[in-house]
């Protein structure tokens, strides 16, 4: 068999590390890391179902409902889902608003981004607050649609704060939202 091929049939090796991680009698990835867009391992001969992309297949795609990513690099022919941007609309953005009580309108503190699908902390500084008036807060996820954010459904609101609490807040034994 050629180079990165195995086998009676000489099938063609999908290991991470290439041929030099494919058993030439067998095939199995001795690394046990299929390549982009493959999975199954050890023999990584199962192309990445529909929604799944990348080594191992372990990314979950979120492009806009109906559209497949491409199981290689993720990236969707078409828009991102909400709350989700970049080209393989592996990024969340969200922005952090605030409403005094004393004034029904929400205003935009922050837009915070997220490379991470996982993280679900935010951390940020509220400046020109007035440490006596009460505030709440919500965050509201974004999608970035030709470079111009769209918003998505706001998340609940906190409780009233003050920004004094939220100072004391960062101390033991504290009040926080």
């Known amino acids: 068999c050629p180079t990165n091929h195995w086998g009676a049939n000489c099938t063609e090796c999908h290991c991470l590390n290439g041929?030099?991680?494919?058993?030439?009698?067998?095939?199995?990835?001795?690394?046990y890391q299929c390549d982009r867009g493959w999975t199954d391992t050890p023999y990584c001969q199962t192309a990445c179902l529909e929604n799944t992309w990348g080594i191992n297949c372990a990314k979950e795609c979120h492009c806009l409902s109906g559209v497949i990513c491409d199981r290689i690099n993720g990236v969707c022919n078409g828009s991102c889902n909400i709350e989700w941007s970049g080209p393989s609309c592996q990024t969340r953005e969200y922005a952090i608003v605030s409403q005094s009580i004393n004034n029904s309108a929400w205003s935009e503190l922050i837009i915070v981004t997220v490379s991470d699908p996982d993280q679900q902390d935010f951390h940020f500084l509220l400046a020109n607050a007035n440490p006596y008036t009460y505030y709440s807060f919500r965050i509201i996820a974004n999608r970035r649609e030709y470079g111009k954010p769209e918003e998505g459904l706001p998340g609940p609101a906190s409780n009233p704060l003050r920004p004094l609490e939220l100072c004391i807040g960062l101390l033991p034994n504290c009040r926080h939202c």
């Open 19 to 31: 041929p030099t991680e494919c058993e030439a009698l067998t095939g199995i990835c001795t690394d």
